[in-house]
């Protein structure tokens, strides 16, 4: 599987702004991808004002990763904030091809920016099940919670988009390494690049690691979009042969 990650800056509350920024660089991927990852609120930055900028399923943020999905022949994954049934969601949505949406709804909604006073959290992981991939997308705060990003599913890839900020880095980096080696899958993390409306400046770092923790996609800060082939079988044969998922502790994620 081959996955682009766009690494960019964001433009405060102004999705169309946005929208024009990542067409450019996604129409500037001359080589085939299966799945493009833009990172999280891609369209806003981490607003916790969520009526400036919500947008409803059929709105003009969807639409265009529809169009774009259409038209590189790849999903298109990122977080947006959705307005549904009266309450805000920071919803991963990841859009197939052929215009199916499958969606996850953060669920560890970052406290310290008072994010789980302004959106509801989700209950459910997603796993996707993609060009003979099986696929766990989450978003930011989620990846400091190793319980709800257990391979219990047996998943190949592990997907976390996010607006992380720079005095965190070294936890970023850790916990995305922790996640690839615990899991015996590969992991890929979508950062931001500049400074948001409240002075916080995000570093990138997005980055690729494999089924045994080693970067096949190096984090850096500058703007682009990072292409990597995923090889699936080798994963598994390592998988095997080493059997480390076997010895895993069976549990149940409550409410």
């Known amino acids: 599987?081959?996955?682009?990650?766009?690494?960019?800056?964001?433009?405060?509350?102004?999705?169309?702004?946005?929208?024009?920024?990542?067409?450019?660089?996604?129409?500037?991927?001359?080589?085939?991808?299966?799945?493009?990852?833009?990172?999280e609120m891609f369209a806003t930055g981490f607003t916790m004002e969520p009526?400036?900028?919500?947008?409803t399923m059929d709105g003009l943020t969807v639409n265009w990763m529809k169009k774009m999905a259409v038209v590189k022949d790849?999903?298109?994954?990122?977080?947006l904030v959705i307005v549904e049934h009266g309450n805000y969601y920071n919803r991963l949505l990841f859009v197939l091809p052929d215009g199916e949406i499958k969606y996850y709804d953060k669920?560890?909604?970052?406290?310290?920016a008072g994010?789980?006073?302004?959106?509801?959290?989700?209950?459910?992981?997603?796993?996707?099940?993609?060009?003979?991939?099986?696929?766990?997308?989450?978003?930011?705060?989620?990846l400091r919670f190793?319980?709800?990003?257990?391979?219990?599913?047996a998943f190949d890839l592990l997907l976390y988009v996010a607006n992380w900020p720079t005095p965190r880095l070294a936890a970023w980096d850790a916990l995305l390494k922790a996640r690839a080696i615990e899991n015996m899958c590969y992991v890929a993390g979508v950062n931001r690049i500049g400074k948001d409306n409240n002075g916080h400046e995000y570093p990138g770092h997005s980055q690729v690691l494999d089924y045994l923790g080693a970067n096949t996609v190096p984090p850096s800060s500058i703007e682009g979009v990072f292409t990597v082939t995923m090889d699936?079988?080798?994963?598994?044969?390592?998988?095997?042969?080493?059997?480390?998922?076997?010895?895993?502790?069976?549990?149940?994620?409550l409410g």
Not at 234 to 246: A, I, P, Q, V, Y
Request: aromatic residues 8%; hydrophobic residues 40%.
């Open 1 to 39: 599987m081959k996955v682009s990650l766009i690494q960019t800056s964001l433009i405060w509350e102004n999705a169309e702004a946005n929208r024009n920024n990542f067409e450019k660089l996604i129409n500037g991927i001359t080589e085939s991808a299966d799945v493009i990852v833009l990172p």
């Open 51 to 55: 009526s400036v900028g919500a947008e």
């Open 74 to 79: 790849c999903a298109v994954t990122g977080s």
């Open 107 to 112: 669920r560890h909604l970052f406290s310290l």
């Open 115 to 142: 994010e789980d006073k302004a959106y509801a959290a989700g209950t459910e992981r997603l796993i996707v099940e993609y060009r003979g991939w099986k696929i766990c997308p989450l978003v930011c705060y989620d």
């Open 146 to 153: 190793p319980v709800f990003s257990r391979n219990t599913e």
């Open 232 to 253: 699936k079988q080798s994963m598994l044969e390592t998988r095997k042969k080493l059997g480390f998922l076997n010895d895993r502790d069976h549990f149940t994620v």
